[in-house]
C-alpha cells in the first residue's frame, strides 16, 4: 500500500465509525421517549464491546486466508491470528483489521432497532459477544474464504455477511421475543423526527467510508462505489 491509500482506508474506518452515533440517533428518534436511552447505550456500546471480541479472537477465526486444523477448512478460519499475534505490526495488516472491526462493530448495531421496548440494555451486553463469535465470525469467514467464496459468492461491502446476516438475526430475535408490550392497542409514534432526520444524514456521509473503502485502496473502484452510494 502506498500513503494515499493508507490515507483513504484510514479516513474510511473512520467514516464507518462514525456510521454508529448515526444509526444510534436514527433508532432512538424513532422510539418513545421513555426507550430513547436505552436504544441509545445499545448502539454505542457496539463500539465498546465488539473491538475487544473483535481483536482477541473474531478477526483470527473470520479473517484467516485459510482454514487449518479441526476448525479449519470452508466453515471457519484458523487460530493463527488469536490476539493479533503472527502480523507483527505490519501497517497494512492493521489498517483492514480496524477497517474490518468497523464493519463488526456495526452490524449488531443494525439488529438494535428489532429489540426496541424488547430488550434490557444488560441483556444486550451478553447478546452482541455471543452472537459476533457464533454467528457474524462464520459467516465472515463462509463469504470472503469459505464454501461460499469457493461457489463464487460475491460481496463487495457486506450485503451478506452485514445486511442480510443481521436481518436475518433480527428476525429471529423478534419471533422469539414477541411484539412490544401494548401494540398495537397503544399509539408508539416516533418520539423525535429531527433525531431521526440527523441520524440518517450521518448514515449517509458514513456509507461513502463504508462502501467506497470496501475497495481496499485509494483507486478506480472507489471513485464508481462512491457514485454508487
Not at 482454514?67 to 505490519?90: E, P, R
Not at 452482541?128 to 454467528?135: D, S
Request: glycine letters at 12%.
Amino acid at each position: 500500500m502506498e500513503s494515499g491509500d493508507y490515507a483513504w482506508m484510514l479516513t474510511a474506518t473512520a467514516l464507518v465509525v462514525f456510521m454508529v452515533p448515526g444509526l444510534a440517533l436514527f433508532y432512538g428518534g424513532m422510539v418513545r421517549s421513555r426507550n430513547v436511552l436505552n436504544m441509545l447505550m445499545m448502539n454505542l456500546a457496539c463500539i465498546g464491546i465488539v473491538p475487544i471480541v473483535w481483536v482477541l479472537i473474531s478477526y483470527s477465526l473470520g479473517n484467516s486466508p485459510d482454514g487449518s486444523g479441526f476448525f479449519g477448512g470452508d466453515w471457519i478460519g484458523s487460530f493463527d491470528n488469536v490476539g493479533l499475534k503472527g502480523l507483527n505490526g505490519d501497517a497494512e495488516s492493521l489498517v483492514f483489521v480496524a477497517f474490518l472491526m468497523t464493519f463488526a462493530s456495526i452490524t449488531p448495531a443494525l439488529i438494535s432497532g428489532a429489540v426496541a421496548d424488547r430488550m434490557r440494555f444488560s441483556a444486550w451486553l451478553v447478546f452482541v459477544p455471543i452472537w459476533l463469535l457464533l454467528v457474524y465470525t462464520p459467516v465472515t469467514y463462509w463469504v470472503y474464504s469459505g464454501w461460499q467464496h469457493g461457489n463464487g459468492a460475491l460481496d463487495f461491502a457486506g450485503g451478506t455477511a452485514i445486511h442480510l446476516n443481521a436481518g436475518v438475526a433480527a428476525l429471529a430475535v423478534v419471533l422469539v421475543l414477541g411484539r412490544r408490550r401494548g401494540w398495537p392497542s397503544e399509539a408508539m409514534p416516533p418520539h423525535n423526527v429531527p433525531m431521526v432526520l440527523i441520524g440518517t444524514g450521518i448514515l449517509w456521509f458514513g456509507w461513502f467510508g463504508f462502501n467506497a473503502g470496501s475497495a481496499g485502496a485509494a483507486n478506480e473502484q472507489v471513485v464508481q462505489a462512491l457514485l454508487n452510494t
